[in-house]
Nanobody, 113 residues
């Protein structure tokens, strides 16, 4: 059974940082392209970042230079380091196994003063 469990969300002030984690079971993150998406209230789901099996990364323009996706194969976990957070980054963030189409349950990120 495949599970992707996100954690690390919360409330942060503008300019702050958070690191999201996506712990995988039933699949190996080292052998699968992984991605992060987000969905804000009333908006469509948005691609944020991806990492391939050869560690090539790709980012949405809206987060480029502020967010970093990475992978720890030993922990079987994918991370999203988010810096310089803005109120418009407020959303539920989801982890996805791109190749197999599995999604996590999401973690809420709220950026507000």
């Amino acid at each position: 059974q495949v599970q992707l469990v996100e954690s690390g969300g919360g409330l942060v002030q503008p300019g702050g940082s958070l690191r999201l984690s996506c712990a995988a079971s039933g699949i190996s993150v080292s052998f699968n392209a992984m991605a992060w998406y987000r969905q804000a209230p009333g908006k469509q789901q948005e691609f944020i970042a991806s990492i391939t099996t050869s560690s090539v990364t790709n980012y949405a323009d809206s987060v480029k230079g502020r967010f970093t996706i990475s992978r720890d194969n030993a922990q079987n976990t994918v991370y999203l380091q988010m810096n310089s957070l803005k109120p418009e980054d407020t959303a539920v963030y989801y982890c996805k196994c791109s190749r197999l189409g599995y999604w996590g349950q999401g973690t809420q990120v709220t950026v507000s003063s």
